[in-house]
């Protein structure tokens, strides 16, 4: 079965400064794919980005990237020039095959001005 | 409009109470999934529906079942509520048709269900 790791519960960043959260995941199949989602205090599940295990290039969507490492099983979340409006719960999540997604237990972002 | 609907978006019920919270979606997905969250534990899967006729159980689903009416509707059921099924209760779906395996799931704005 997978699982997924986010080891940082709550993160700090300086308003337009990088940051990086943390996400590592197990899984024996081969192929698999990795997502993020952002809740903000409002409650809603946002869909950020993702990637799959056989994608070349480390996936980018504006401001957002994944730091995808296949060997060290990780695959953390950089967002570039923080904004206020990033204050959030961050969530990495893992599909397999044919499974739904199972969810890790979350990164609070809060960004300051 | 929004494409996965919930409702209601909030209640308050009492222990004992069978309690119903609804899904609709207008995206035409055949994947549809009940999720519960709980402050510093994440999403946990309770059931979902691959197509109408399939429904499996998911991490946590004990004290729930669940139905699948149609394909855009998968609804909740809480035979007899407990105080510890208090919770952030979210539907999704998402789908197969594109071909892709790993496919995005799509979150309704959940349903804050308190139970006393």
């Known amino acids: 079965a997978q699982k997924i790791t986010q080891t940082q519960p709550g993160m700090f960043v300086q308003e337009k400064e990088a940051v990086t959260l943390d996400c590592t995941y197990d899984?024996?199949?081969?192929?698999?794919?990795l997502f993020w989602y952002k809740q903000p205090s409002s409650g809603e599940m946002i869909f950020l980005i993702y990637?799959?295990?056989?994608?070349?290039q480390n996936a980018t969507e504006g401001r957002y990237s994944l730091n995808f490492q296949k060997a060290r099983k990780s695959a953390n979340l950089v967002i570039s020039a923080s904004q206020l409006g990033d204050s959030a719960m961050y969530f990495c999540?893992?599909?397999?095959?044919?499974?739904?997604?199972?969810f890790g237990k979350g990164t609070r972002l809060s960004v300051i001005a | 409009d929004a494409d996965v609907t919930q409702t209601p978006r909030n209640r308050i019920t009492k222990t004992g109470k069978r309690i119903m919270l609804e899904c609709s979606q207008t995206?035409?997905?055949?994947?549809m999934y009940w999720y519960r969250q709980d402050p510093g534990l994440g999403l946990r899967l309770i059931y979902y529906s691959f197509d109408v006729k399939d429904i499996n159980k998911g991490e946590i689903s004990d004290g729930y079942s669940v139905s699948r009416q149609a394909q855009a509707k998968f609804s909740l059921s809480l035979e007899s509520a407990i105080p510890n099924q208090t919770a952030l209760y979210f539907c999704?779906?998402?789908?197969?048709?594109?071909?892709?395996?790993?496919?995005?799931?799509?979150f309704g704005p959940g349903t804050r269900l308190t139970v006393l």
């Open positions: 990637q799959g295990s056989y994608d070349q």
């Open positions: 999704a779906t998402s789908d197969t048709a594109s071909g892709s395996l790993y496919n995005e799931q799509f």
């Open positions: 999540a893992i599909p397999s095959g044919n499974t739904p997604l199972v």
């Open positions: 899984t024996s199949d081969p192929s698999y794919g």
């Open positions: 995206k035409g997905h055949d994947r």
